[in-house]
């Protein structure tokens, strides 16, 4: 049967065609420039400095705290600068740039083998010093994924191929193109926790992917295949425990607290990689697409610059409207093309003005619509009003922060009302206020 969840929408699928039948290409550039605040938690800090030489695979950011993990050079060649940039947060973040020399010259590397004969010991410390995190847009390091505290246990480890979001296929190529590194890379996870079955979950709107991936998963050991529903957000994590196990993450918890763990399917391959090859995550797969002249799936390696990436692919067809890391339901509009794309960027989206153009609010007309479609059930006609007096109080109270910001209550809101982007100002404002206060009792 086909897995689904409460809630929910359907955006038009034809934003994926022109890049769904785009086999992957490589491209390398003769700069890039490496942030080191690519994953949740603390950023790593720079371990070099301009005038270095560095080959491919260095260590040039070193982790910090329980979150943290390392960020390693992706191309070899010169340290150009050592500086701090805006990027898409407040704050500025700290780069490194290199320029290339084309020579790719690696580290040593130290691979441990086949997964299925790997020591499980070693498998969560060689995720952690590859720097591998969520590649699937959340940035949330595998290691600590994979990391149980006392008491809990993870029985399930879900692949989430579901890729739900607008324009993206690169996840859809990877697991047409290297389905057997998806499937090492769960067996690792999987090992790794003691965890008794495996499961890749894919919408039903891929049937070739999905049938890479039954043949790939064929003759190992306690993995499968679940067919979904294609509805967005499917590839939400929640939303995905539900659709595959029937359970319901609690608010405030985690998924291992229920005893499952989410990895997206381009970090099951980055684990196989860090494995197999002992090779640290360096590139990844982004579908470049929209108002460019030839849309693609592109492997590139981390930092590329974002108006390189976008020559690749024949340029402009029109001046831009926006560019955004990521699809149109959660993606994030660069405020400058010369930012680089980072561990999560699984899309860049160009949009003409037309399709860029904001749209004006109109007046609430009590349809329900926002709260039929809510994959969490929250009452979002509410949680808006309280957002729009400053109310944060009250929107805590209507648990505003259980909102993922997928987007489906703006999707379906026939008065065009900003609900998402209201939501996602009173959670910062609410985590703002919370941190204050936990800082005024120290």
Same mark, same amino acid.
């Given at each position: ?5 409460r809630?929910?929408?359907h $955006? *038009?699928?034809?934003?994926?065609? $022109? ?8 491209? +390398? ?10 994953h ?45 940039i805006?990027y ?169 607290? =229920? ?11 980055a684990?196989?990689?860090a ?13 470049? &697409?929209?108002?460019?002249?030839? $849309? ?5 390696? =981390? ?34 093309? &010369? ?8 899309? #860049? ?18 349809c ?31 648990? +505003?922060?259980?909102? #993922? ?20 100002? *009173?959670?910062?404002? =609410?985590?703002a ?10």
């Open positions: 049967m086909k897995a689904s969840f809630g929910g929408v $955006p *038009a699928h034809h934003s994926k065609r $022109p890049t769904r039948y785009q086999p992957i290409q490589d491209f +390398v550039s003769d700069t890039v420039r490496i942030i080191m605040s690519m949740i938690g603390a950023p790593s800090v720079p371990c070099v400095k301009k005038g270095d030489q560095v080959k491919v695979g260095q260590v040039i950011g070193e982790p910090v705290g329980a979150l943290g993990i390392p960020v390693h050079a992706s191309v070899s060649g010169e340290v150009v600068s050592v500086d701090k805006s898409l947060g407040a704050e500025p973040v700290q780069c490194i740039t290199i320029s290339n020399d084309f020579t790719d010259t690696w580290v040593e590397l130290h691979p441990l083998g086949s997964v299925e004969h790997v020591d499980p010991a070693l498998i969560v410390p060689a995720i952690k010093n590859a720097g591998i995190c969520g590649m699937g847009g959340a940035s949330f390091p595998t290691h600590v994924k994979l990391s149980p505290r006392e008491g809990q246990k993870c029985h399930v480890i879900i692949a989430n191929g579901a890729e739900c979001e607008t324009h993206l296929t690169a996840d859809h190529r990877l697991m047409l193109e290297n389905s057997i590194r998806i499937v090492d890379g769960l067996r690792a996870a999987m090992r790794a926790v003691d965890a008794e079955e495996g499961i890749i979950a894919i919408e039903d709107n891929k049937p070739d992917a999905i049938a890479a991936m039954q043949k790939a998963c064929h003759g190992r050991e306690n993995v499968r295949v679940q067919v979904l529903r294609t509805k967005y957000p499917q590839g939400g994590e929640k939303q995905l425990i539900q659709a595959v196990t029937g359970k319901q993450v609690p608010s405030g918890k985690l998924p291992l607290d =229920i005893g499952v763990v989410v990895l997206n399917v381009g970090t099951c391959a684990i196989a990689d494995i197999i090859d002992g090779r640290p995550l360096i590139d990844r797969i982004t579908t470049v &697409t929209g108002a460019v002249a030839q $849309p693609s799936n592109l492997r590139l390696r =981390i930092g590329t610059i974002t108006q390189d990436i976008i020559g690749e692919c024949g340029g402009f067809l029109d001046s831009p409207g926006k560019i955004c890391f990521g699809g149109a339901m959660t993606g994030l509009c660069l405020p400058d093309p &010369t930012l680089p794309m980072a561990k999560s960027t699984n899309g #860049i989206v160009v949009y003409t003005p037309e399709d860029a153009a904001s749209v004006e609010e109109e007046s609430c007309i009590r329900g619509k926002c709260v039929s479609v809510c994959p969490i059930g929250l009452n979002a006609f509410e949680i808006k009003l309280a957002a729009d007096k400053d109310d944060i109080e009250k929107a805590r109270r209507l648990s +505003v922060q259980d909102c #993922i910001l997928c987007g489906c209550c703006s999707f379906t809101c026939p008065a065009r009302r900003w609900l998402t982007a209201s939501f996602k100002m *009173a959670k910062q404002k =609410i985590a206020k919370d941190k204050a206060k936990g800082g005024s009792k120290k």
